[in-house]
């Protein structure tokens, strides 16, 4: 059995250190893109799916089970909007945003999901689908050897798929989506977040193998990190959003999209492991005895 540091451990990096999956075309090629000025769909569109409603915003569709979690992302979508256009892109797709609110169940298999993003025929699978998968492995780890409810894991970091991969996962998406909007993305609320750091916390402070220090390293641990951490997914959201509409852009090279996804994420905070690498390069650069002085 893991000890509770290993699962201390695999928790954090879960939280904290996985990147977010993209959703582009294999070659950069971005998908058809729907303006915001057509969000209307085709009537073939499931009005209520996996106990959600879908809600019509100014940039894209979403399905929630409550209106104040479709809110939410929209106000996230708003900002990130707002974001992209400052940068450059002029024409962001319309799309799709799934919520996971707390206590909501994963809202397609997640053994269909993972089988679909390991296919490499598969339209859903992308240049960053493996990040998805090893999020998802993580979450499974988890769950299994602490006991943690896989449900409330695997929306941890947002999801991106590729629009055409909807039908393949949920029967209820007709073919042809793509040609609707171009992408997709999964994303928890800040409830789910809160609700997920918990249950990661619980599983480990319950299991039976966990010594009296281990649990006392654990409850500071989550105590000290809850709010940094919880910051860390809210810009993961973010930044995986910012990443789609960048990615739809056409006018844009890819060298282009990879720069301002980058300066993005380092303008909130994330790749701290680029950060890190740059100030070791740095120091390798320096003559021994540090940089002199004129």
Known sequence: ??????????????????????????????????????????????????????????????????????????????????????????????GLIVVIDAQEEFPVEIAKLTEVLGDPNSPATGARSKEVQSALKEARKLSDHAGADMNSLAAVLPIPLRAMALPKMAKEFPEGIGREIGWCLIVPTDAYLRAAWTAMRDAILNDPGVSWKDRWAVRTVFLLTARAAGAELRKARQAGLYELLVEGQASLSSEQKKEKIKAYRQKLGLDHDSKFQADQEEKKEQPEGGPSSA
């Not at 999956?21 to 799916?49: C, F, H, I, M, Y």
């Open 1 to 94: 059995m893991r000890t509770a540091t290993v699962i201390l451990i695999a928790a954090l990096a879960l939280a904290c250190g996985l990147p977010v999956a993209g959703g582009t075309n294999e070659g950069g090629v971005p998908e058809p893109q729907a303006r915001s000025s057509s969000l209307s769909v085709a009537k073939d569109w499931p009005q209520q799916w996996v106990g959600r409603t879908l809600h019509r915003g100014e940039q894209a569709l979403v399905y929630a089970q409550k209106k104040a979690a479709a809110d939410e992302a929209a106000r996230m979508l708003r900002t990130v909007v707002e974001d992209v256009r400052q940068d450059g892109v002029t024409g962001p797709a319309v």
